[in-house]
């Protein structure tokens, strides 16, 4: 890779990371701009119907404000609704399936954690709740089942192996 191939890399590189932390001005930027836009062709169409532009203007900004308050009038409860009832299946029925098929935590579990994280943490502990219920469980796992409970001594594995000697010991003292 050549030098300026490289300086160009960077170039656009840095450029990116710059647009990336203004993207927040850049678009209230556009939006002021699309605004602008509309509201001056209203203008321009009340001039035709020979009103003052300084009244043109105050009626297009008004009128762009009613219809951007009737727009969300309209709209966002239907959404919220939606969304409310979307989060209802989706935590009542299709997140403690696929915890109970995917990660063999229990349906019960799944609500009672969301619940209770709920209530003491707010809307952070809901989203949080199963990846720490989920960590506490393979934590568990790991702790008692395979660093524990898998070192004791099975005694139906000594009593077999004593009886298997046994017998051969018997086996060899009659031959």
Not at 125 to 147: R, S, T
Request: glycine share 4%; proline share 3%; hydrophobic share 60%.
């Amino acid at each position: 890779m050549s030098t300026g191939k490289f300086l160009g890399f960077v170039a656009i590189a840095i450029s990116l990371y710059i647009l990336w932390q203004i993207r927040q001005v850049l678009l209230l930027a556009f939006l002021a701009i699309a605004l602008a836009t509309v509201i001056n062709r209203l203008v321009q169409l009340l001039q035709k119907f020979k009103i003052k532009r300084g009244i043109a203007v105050t009626i297009s900004v008004i009128l762009v404000l009613a219809l951007f308050v009737g727009f969300i009038a309209i709209i966002v409860p239907s959404i919220i609704d939606q969304w409310q009832q979307l989060v209802n299946i989706e935590s009542d029925i299709l997140t403690p399936l696929v915890m109970k098929n995917q990660v063999s935590l229990l349906p019960a579990i799944t609500l009672l954690s969301q619940v209770t994280f709920a209530i003491f943490f707010g809307a952070l502990g809901l989203f949080l709740a199963l990846p720490i219920i989920i960590v506490a469980q393979v934590w568990l796992k790991e702790l008692l089942v395979k660093d524990i409970l898998n070192h004791w001594e099975n005694p139906r594995q000594n009593s077999n192996s004593n009886f298997s000697d046994a017998r051969e010991n018997q086996a060899n003292k009659y031959s």
